[in-house]
């Protein structure tokens, strides 16, 4: 099939189904300028993701552990949502507009740039949470919250977190455009080390208890998936009415939990389109009349293949300007 022939069969089978499934990874953050831990050497100004990232550093260093998630607010909110987050916000909406149609969209992404393209909160699943969330980290405190103004919560945080803007990446794939670097290059920023004087008393605390430490809503290593909201998109998979298109956007699909998701769409006969910079198996897929693959940056070629049905003015007009 020529890559004019994948789109069409593509859109023909965008436009008959009736349940989509949508899987976005860190390529689509990385569209925008967002990196993760592993594009970054699993490093964050010299501290590994073991220092960052886990309820053992929280409790030994809240200080440094809130100073890095104050940094990923600041850079996420710096950041703008890409063409393909408009376009998977508009696919939801004109989906669910329909009502013999159904969609959810679960991503693994944690920077809040899905709701500020206006993603419809109810069609999404945030398998790690937000850096924008929060909970109370007392024992008897259910306390969650989420605070998108404010971008730094205390004072001391205002002082002390690192103002790094977000940084457009080339894929290793594409020519290197003026100005932007490659992930692959970026240098080890080693020496800087942090000094928090008088920090300790100045992190977010509970509003309701008012004793307890808060903690950023994500997920950290070695903690467990919200149970709530993987059974969202298990109900989603197991009802009487099937999954029948998947689509996998900025990410290869195989690490889990979307790698599961995938194979039980398709054990029930979903056909499944590839969205990413990187394409495994590409000679295999264009053979495979269930599969399709477009490589590239998805926040090119996603609005494209989606246009039958979201057409072409998906932005909301106060983003396109801007
Ligand atoms: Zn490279
Ligand atoms: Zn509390």
Redesign the pocket.
Known sequence: MSSQEQLESFQRCLQGARKILCIVGAGLSASSGLTTFQAANGEWRGHSALELATPEAFRENPELVWVFYSARRYTAMKARPNDAHFALAELCRRVAADERREILLVTQNVDGLHWRAGQPEALTVELHGSVFDYR?T?FL?N?KGRNVRDHFLTAALRKHTPREPPQPVASCCQPAKKRARCACEDTRENGLALQFGGLEGDLPR?P??R??LLRPGVVWCGESLSLVQMDRVDAFLSAKQKVDLVLVIGTSGRVWPAMGYVERAQLCGSRIALFNTEIEDAASISKNKKMWAFQGNAAETLPHALEPVIGRHYKPRSWSQA
Request: aromatic share 12%.
């Open positions: 109370c007392e405190c306390y509970c309701r208890c004793v307890g």
